[in-house]
């Protein structure tokens, strides 16, 4: 097994697709295929599985795909040490699209004024879930979200941010949004048993409301269309609320307010000196 092979295993794990990681590495989507298939019967072991259009990683995958991170990791801390290093370093970040904006809008300026040698990467995922699943796959380095997350992921709390009400034009209500007239209302909200819907159901206990759940899904691409279209409203960050008006909809604060601390998140490993150098601007700064 040589760098190149490491390489090649690593780009697949993170974009998911042989055309994706084919094209970040610049090389014919048909001659990775044939590399990792190389690769696999020299180890004797299977790394990928098909899935649809995409791959997955196999359970010994995992385990082939951290020791590849962690070689080509060191393998760049001696390029930098011996100053030889022929590429830019490149920090990876896994974000929800709630609180991307804020990322790309404040942090990310902050780190790259002080870092501009450093390659910032962000890897987008769906929700929090996914944000933890990317940093136990070794996808990236840091991830941005609000808490919780599990026990084996180290947080480091940046800030409290606000949900608001995101509705079609037209809906008569009061600014702020008393949390009562929650009940009843028409929403946009995670399907039935996922942690986010949990929480959002322990919420709603809390302040004795029982909104209608018109529209359950997961992929929050759609939540704002599904806004837009005039099924249902929705509560999100307070962070999406610039897109929001753009796409021609209202935004309210709720009363009381409410609140979620969002944090950056790793694993309990050392971490890359690029990573915890953006810890210390981010600790500094606010995703909002």
Known sequence: MNLQQLRYVVATAEHRTMTDAARSLYIAQPA????????????????????????????????????????????REI??????????????????????????????????????????????????DGVVNAIRDQRADLGLTDLPVPADLVSHPLERQEIVLISPPGVDLPNPVPMSRLNGMR???????????????????????????????????????????????????RGMAEQATRAGLVVRPLDPSVRRVIAIVHARRRLPAIAQEFLSVAEGGSAA
């Open 187 to 237: 929403l946009v909200l995670p399907i039935p048993g996922s942690a986010r819907r949990r929480e959002f159901d322990a919420l709603f206990a809390k302040y004795g409301v029982t909104p209608v759940p018109t529209v359950q899904l997961d992929e929050r691409g759609n939540w704002l269309n599904t806004v837009r279209s005039g099924a249902a409203s929705l509560l999100w960050y």
């Open 79 to 128: 390029e930098a040490l011996s100053g030889h290093g022929h590429s830019e370093a490149e920090l990876r970040i896994a974000s929800t699209p709630s609180l991307e904006p804020g990322l790309a809008g404040r942090l990310l300026p902050a780190y790259s004024a002080e870092h501009p040698g450093v390659r910032v990467h962000i890897v987008r995922c769906d929700g929090r």
């Open 32 to 75: 990775l295929s044939r590399a990792i298939r190389d690769l696999e019967r020299e180890l004797g072991m299977t790394l990928f599985a098909r899935s649809g259009r995409g791959v997955v990683v196999t359970a010994q995958g995992r385990r082939v795909v951290k020791l590849a991170k962690e070689a080509l990791d060191a393998v």
